[in-house]
């Protein structure tokens, strides 16, 4: 599927062995239902650096909702870009 992205600065890359995930912290591991494809997925989050040095990190989980799709708010982009203006 065309992200529509090709001149524009977003790159998208894949994890598909988990690397980065687990290097950031950030692999699912609540014990909800296989079925819903939990385990070894990766948490919805945004990182916000500049020159390598992270500046903020934003996870969007809940104690039961661990993909946060019940309030992904912190990791689009409204509640992102306000986060980086308090930093």
Not at 47 to 54: N, P, R
Not at 64 to 70: E, N, R, T
Not at 71 to 82: I, R, V
């Given at each position: 599927?065309?992200?529509?992205?090709?001149?524009?600065?977003?790159?998208?890359?894949?994890?598909?062995?988990?690397?980065?995930?687990k290097a950031?912290?950030?692999?699912?591991?609540?014990?909800?239902?296989?079925?819903?494809?939990?385990?070894?997925?990766?948490?919805?989050?945004?990182?916000?650096?500049?020159?390598?040095?992270?500046?903020?990190?934003?996870?969007?989980?809940?104690?039961?909702?661990?993909?946060?799709?019940?309030?992904?708010?912190?990791?689009?982009?409204?509640?992102?870009?306000?986060?980086?203006?308090?930093?």
């Amino acid at each position: 599927m065309d992200q529509g992205i090709g001149k524009s600065m977003v790159t998208f890359m894949a994890d598909p062995a988990a690397t980065l995930t687990k290097a950031l912290d950030m692999e699912m591991t609540h014990p909800g239902p296989p079925s819903d494809g939990i385990i070894g997925r990766c948490k919805r989050f945004a990182i916000h650096a500049i020159d390598g040095e992270i500046k903020t990190v934003k996870i969007s989980e809940g104690p039961d909702d661990p993909a946060g799709d019940s309030d992904p708010s912190a990791t689009l982009a409204d509640g992102f870009l306000e986060a980086i203006k308090s930093e």
